[in-house]
């Protein structure tokens, strides 16, 4: 196999094998702890221009599927695993990740010590990497000069509306970067759903007659948003159950006073502990999370927290007061991981029966 390094901006750098597309890549590197699911991380939006490193021992060896996919079109920029294998019993298996990666332009890297580089990243925090040929003072000097872009919403997001019909509730779901299994939770609740861009205007999403509004997961700094958007949801929740999901959280939060910040390790797993406050239960969720909302900021005279983070006591859930309006940072619908949270689609529609009767 062909050689190739992983280099970071703090000056480390790791040889490897190739798979995937031989191209040069730069992006912001992340630790996925997924023990399955790499196809669904690979196609998360969330993850657009970032290199993920996968925790997981062995990748690939399921291949990639129709049903596993969370977008058409995914836009990492690099994979680096432990180990790689083409090797695959699954009956559902299509194609091998090696051709995928290929047909993508993304490139991976393998035989890497995954766990020594999750150290690194987690004591360093976020960092610039690239996957290049060669570990030369040039590479470094490319990577370091590198800019990353902020904005990422409208390089993921539908430019266009389009149906996902029903029969159920008429659903608007506002793509910042959906994930395909939000979509499937809601259609297995039977419902219409309208799939709108980021920035669709309020008038036009009052003219499709929604019943609920739910606010999708997505890449980047919410604070990077348009402030027009923040309006839209201040001017929705006030009309309709709203539920917002991951950067819809974050925007949730944004619109009703609350600030946010970067966490200086990113979450990204399907086995985090979380605490629903009201009941006190103990649930794993499924996080793809790079910014949090601060505790402190939120006004408890329009929101209150109902899930908290038991690794970092960080807000994973919230509920406006006044309005039938609230948002989990984590990701209900699993896939990959824990399906447990799933019922939280089930009290947003709860949400909506109540007040159209």
Known sequence: MTKRYLILEDGSAYPGEAFGALATTT?????????????????????????????????????????????????????????????????????????????????????????????RISKHGTMKASIVDVDDEHAFD???????????????????????????????????????????????????????????????????DPDGIVISTGPGNPEDMPKSIIKTIQRLQTQFPLLAIG?????????NDARVYKLTNEHHGSNHPVRKIITNQVIYVSQAQGYAVDYKSINKDKLITTYIDLYNGT?????????????????????????????????????????RR
């Not at 994973?316 to 019922?343: C, K, M, N, W, Y």
């Open 27 to 119: 992006g912001e590197i992340i630790i996925n702890s997924n023990m399955m699911g790499y196809q669904e991380s690979i196609t998360n939006p969330i993850y657009h221009n970032q290199i993920i490193v996968f925790t997981q021992p062995t990748i690939g060896n399921v291949g990639i599927n129709h049903r596993s996919y969370q977008s058409i079109v995914t836009s990492i920029k690099g994979v680096i695993a432990r180990e790689y294998s083409d090797t695959t019993n699954n009956h559902q298996h299509k194609q091998s990740l090696d051709t995928f990666l290929k047909q993508h332009e993304i490139p991976g890297i393998a035989g890497i010590d995954t766990r020594e580089l999750a150290h």
């Open 142 to 208: 490319q990577l370091n000069a590198t800019v990353l872009t902020n904005q990422q919403v409208s390089q993921v997001a539908t430019p266009k509306p389009y149906p996902n019909p029903g029969d159920g509730f008429n659903i608007i779901v506002i793509d910042f970067g959906l994930k395909q299994g939000i979509l499937r939770k809601l259609d297995e609740r039977n419902c219409n759903i309208v799939v709108v861009p980021w920035n669709t205007t309020v008038e036009t999403i009052l003219s499709l």
């Open 247 to 255: 950067l819809g959280h974050e925007l949730f939060a944004l619109a």
């Open 315 to 355: 807000v994973q859930g919230l509920r406006h007061r006044d309005f039938p309006a609230f948002s989990v940072q984590f990701s209900p619908d699993g896939e990959p991981g824990p399906t447990i949270a799933s019922d939280i689609f089930d009290e947003f529609l709860e949400n909506i029966g109540s007040q």
